[in-house]
């Protein structure tokens, strides 16, 4: 499922509009990742939560050459999955 079938579901179940589902939708990204980007986690009760964690930096190879080559430490954005998810999905 894409972002388009997304909306179109929730505009059919919901009885909204298609461009009221994708505005709602878009603010939802747009709240999720400036709270990411500010250092915050995004916790959904039942659903799960959305949060940044620290890759330490590495030593890596080139694939072309072979080389080895450094990889600095990074954030990177993570969702773990809530008990009401996991149940629904078995």
Do not use: C, H, Y
Not at 31 to 52: R, Y
Not at 67 to 82: Q, W
């Amino acid at each position: 499922m894409n972002k388009t079938d997304l909306i179109n579901n929730i505009a059919t179940k919901s009885g909204l509009t298609k461009r009221d589902v994708e505005a709602v939708l878009n603010g939802f990204l747009g709240e999720v990742t400036d709270a990411l980007a500010s250092g915050d986690k995004v916790q959904l009760i039942g659903f799960g939560t959305f949060e940044t964690r620290k890759r330490s930096g590495r030593t890596g190879r080139n694939p072309q050459t072979g080389n080895p080559i450094e990889i600095a430490e990074s954030k990177v954005p993570a969702f773990k999955a809530g008990n009401k998810l996991k149940d629904a999905i078995k």
